[in-house]
């Protein structure tokens, strides 16, 4: 089956608004949505990313310069991602519908390419 | 295992145990430690699972994140650096403490979710945090909102929605509470002497907690019986250290509060009919009172006779006795309530327990005693305006067959503020009234 990533975007200033109630009811969807996945056969895997710490690196015509970002400040980046297995776009975003993360930032979906010539 | 853990509970013991560490001018810097440990377990737990021991996880990643919090500040401002320092010195040894423990030396958060040791923090973080968040020098309001929030995890939005208050209003009333704080220094292990100092502060905002969670006031339902179990909750926290910090009638004081808390609780469930009407006392399907919280009631009530004192507490709980053992409203015990009221307008005489005890006067000596003692305090500005002073005035007209005056009283009472069943109940009797009125006309 196909599978899709479902790549987390969020800034960091999502989760200010939010109290411990909040918290607890998200965390506890977030548990039956990733069983449900998992119990389905869907669920392929996904890391959180660090915070705050990464690195984008350029080739600037003969050497390559680093710098220090992303950086969340304002706007959104990739905080991590699921990959899940699916039929289609549509089943992907039908997944993608119930993750809870839509609470307090986007998601992405991106079918992984596996082109067998 | 998740579903045991509540987030408010454990929120508001990181908070208090990183205060107790790091000293009450660095509450702040905890309640951001422990919103910034819930977003880390937001953003970790779907991926890599709950942790086995989740509410130590929150704690170790709570007090790692409050060092950086403050290396950061440190690095911003020039602080008193020897204060700084300290603090963080503190912190560091207890994060290396559980570290060690746990067998591990980079402070991993999965390692320390291993260690048998860290149980949660004790009660008595959780009770000097409740000393600290009603401590005197605070104006009332924040006091509550204060306590509200860093001792039963409530959000900002929460605490607004439960006063009717605007969040950004309770926002500034909170940081304007801790610097208060911070600049009075405070400090935060509670003494004995700091007990007795602010024990009828602590008592005061509790009753406050759970009579807004009471009284049908307009608002969010949810929130509301929230305000009463953890008035309830707090309450037994505060009865638990017995004698060590306590006198005897310090802990008197407060079995009493809790009596009058459980004894008011108990009818909860009887107060607003299918139809969403507040129903009275004497309309009220008693087999709906919980009888559990009528005996936990009882038992707090006699605890409360150890010492030598009586308080407002003892008063009020002996009057919600004498309702919660009535099997039916006629058998209420009215003459001993009406004795009561009489203690009671003399320790606390404000023009609502003047307006209880005339209708305790009025089940006694009859409905036209009770409108010359009501008619005796309805020039109260603040009773003026309120509801129950004209629904009263409107009963007891009914009672002397005076319906004219009657409707003219419940007209004027739904002009007054109240809510929805309250209102509900107001057009109902009025209603009352109108039928009673074009009755008599046909006649």
């Known amino acids: 089956m196909p599978k899709y990533a479902l790549m987390l975007r969020e800034n960091g200033t999502a989760f200010a608004g939010l109290s411990p109630a909040d918290f ?38 003969s050497k ?54 | ?103 591990s030396s980079d402070a991993d958060p999965s390692a320390a979710a291993r260690l048998r040791s860290e149980t949660p923090p004790p009660d008595d973080d959780e009770l000097a945090m409740m000393f600290l968040a009603c401590h005197p020098i605070l104006p009332r309001e924040a006091r509550v909102a204060l306590t509200l929030k860093t ?55 509790l009753y406050l907690l759970f009579n807004e969670g009471y009284t049908a006031h307009a608002g969010d339902r949810l929130v509301r019986s929230d305000l009463c179990r953890e008035a309830i909750r707090l309450g037994d926290l505060l009865a638990a250290p017995g004698t060590r910090l306590c006198t005897t009638n310090e802990a008197a004081a407060v079995h009493a509060l809790l009596a009058l808390m459980h004894l008011q609780a108990a009818r909860l469930p009887a107060r607003v009919g299918d139809d969403q009407v507040l129903l009275r006392l004497a309309e009220q399907d008693r087999s709906l009172w919980d009888e559990s919280s009528i005996a936990r009631g009882l038992q707090h009530l006699d605890a409360a006779a150890s010492g030598d004192t009586l308080t407002v507490y003892h008063v009020e709980a002996g009057i919600a ?45 009859g409905p036209r005693a009770g409108l010359a003692a009501v008619e005796a305090i309805a020039d109260d500005p603040l009773l003026a305006r309120y509801y129950l002073l004209h629904a009263t005035l409107g009963e007891l007209a009914l009672e002397t067959g005076d319906r004219d005056r009657a409707g003219n009283s419940f007209r004027a009472a739904l002009e007054c503020e109240c809510s929805d069943p309250e209102r509900r109940f107001l057009e109902k009797r009025l209603r009352t009234a109108e039928r009673l009125i074009s009755a008599a006309r046909r006649l």
């Open chain 2, 1 to 103: 295992m998740i579903d045991d853990l509540n987030f408010q509970r454990v929120f508001a013991q990181i908070v208090a145990t990183l205060t107790r560490i790091l000293g009450s001018r660095h509450l702040s810097l905890a309640e951001e430690a422990a919103q910034d440990a819930l977003v880390k377990a937001l953003q970790l737990w779907p991926h890599q699972g709950v942790p086995a021991n989740p509410s130590a996880w929150l704690i170790q990643v709570a007090k790692n994140r409050a060092l950086d919090l403050l290396r950061r500040d440190q690095r911003l401002v020039e602080l008193d650096t020897s204060n700084g320092d300290r603090a963080t010195a503190r912190l560091n040894q207890e994060v290396a403490a559980c570290a060690a423990a746990s067998g």
């Open chain 2, 151 to 205: 001792v039963c995890g409530f959000g900002v939005g929460e605490i607004a929605r439960a006063f009717l208050a605007r969040e950004d209003a309770v926002a500034q009333r909170l940081v304007r509470a801790k610097r208060q704080l911070r600049e009075a220094d405070v400090d935060f292990d509670l003494t004995a002497a700091d007990y007795a100092e602010r024990l009828d502060s602590v008592l005061d905002v």
């Open chain 2, 321 to 365: 006795a004498c309702h919660a053992v009535a099997a039916r409203y006629d058998d209420t015990d009215w003459p001993r309530i009406a004795d009561l009221y009489d203690s009671l307008i003399v320790m606390k005489p404000t023009p609502i327990v003047a307006l209880n005890r005339a209708i305790a006067l009025s089940r006694v000596h």
């Open chain 1, 64 to 117: 390559i310069v680093v710098t220090d970002g992303p950086f969340t400040e304002g706007k959104e980046v990739i905080g991590g991602l699921f990959v899940v297995e699916a039929a289609s776009y549509d089943e992907a975003v039908s997944i993608a519908n119930d993750c809870p993360h839509l609470d307090y930032g986007s998601i992405e979906v991106r079918e992984v390419e596996v082109t067998r010539p």
């Open chain 1, 24 to 61: 607890q009811v998200i965390i506890k969807r977030y548990g039956a949505w990733r069983d449900e996945l998992q119990r389905a056969g869907r669920f392929a895997g996904g890391h959180k990313l660090r915070d705050g710490d990464g690195r984008v690196m350029r080739r600037n015509s």
